[in-house]
């Protein structure tokens, strides 16, 4: 499988990322994907402290151990869970971030994390104060490079004015292009990656798009589109590339941008799980395709948080 370049870091990683929030709480199902995933060429895996109350990454350290190095590890923090589990609080001081970070090594069976992401963002945040707090662990080897999992532009200008962040995750898709207004090319002029999430926009972008809009969307529709103009969509995208599982022009749309280093997405079952690799090793999209998709689609734009 391709790798590509994380940010400007000596990190490269597999253009599909295992996103392991969604392996479930079944210890061996779990590790069995994730041993699925290496073995189909898949060198990066994502977790994050708050999933399943640390069991997230307690299972993928497990299944990661024997061939840690050779592998890219992701974390994440900010969310911390209150003492009856049942709700959680945001908590970007220093003193907790290297607290948590000490706990995620313990659970993930490792002394050092490749990518260590700050979980969200406000911009009343001490920002200041959680770089500090990156830069500290980066310099002591704790973790290798470090980024931020937002969607708050103002919060991503932030980071990239004042830290050295190498990588920004947020929600991106074909039916969401709210980070091509601008985000993008700003990530792409300071040499920093965007790892999208959601590309398959909550499965509106797979063979059970018209299941999927009937069952969760056809009454609220999905950002700015309604259920009418998602179905319309969803038919005219099909049409583009006949041959090709609209999965695949979905991940191969991502990664037609090569600020894009790796299409994160989850796979509770192996046939996700190659469905997916399949995606992301099928023929790219032509400049023409490309444009054409483009044509289809809204052109979506952040409300808040500009």
Known sequence: MEKRQLGSSDIHV??????????????????????????????????????????????????????????????????RWNTTKDSWTWDTSKKYIKEAVKQSLQRLQTDYIDLYQLHGGMIEDNIDEIIEAFEDLKQDGVIRQYGISSIRPNVIREYIEKSSIVSVM???????????????????????????????????????????????????????????????????????RPTYTLNETALQYCLFNQTVSSVVTGASNSSQLRENVKAVTSKALTTQEYAELQSIVKVNQYDAHR
Request: hydrophobic fraction near 35%; charge should be neutral.
């Open 14 to 79: 597999s253009v599909l990322g295992l996103g392991c929030m969604s392996l479930g709480t079944e210890q061996t199902k779990a590790q069995n994907i994730i041993a699925e995933a290496i073995e189909l060429g898949i060198n990066y895996f994502d977790t994050a402290d708050l999933y399943d109350f640390g069991v997230n990454e307690t299972f993928v350290g497990q299944a990661l151990k024997k061939r840690r190095h050779d592998l890219i590890l992701a974390t994440k923090v900010g969310n």
């Open 170 to 240: 947020m929600q991106y898709s074909l039916l969401d292009r709210r980070p091509e207004e601008t985000i993008i090319s700003l990530l792409n002029k300071h040499n920093i990656s965007l790892l999208p999430r959601g590309p398959i926009a909550k499965g509106l972008l797979t063979d059970k798009a018209e299941k999927k809009l009937e069952a969760h969307f056809h009454q609220k529709g999905y950002l700015n589109y309604t259920g009418d103009e998602l179905a319309d969509t969803i038919s005219k995208l099909r049409e583009v």
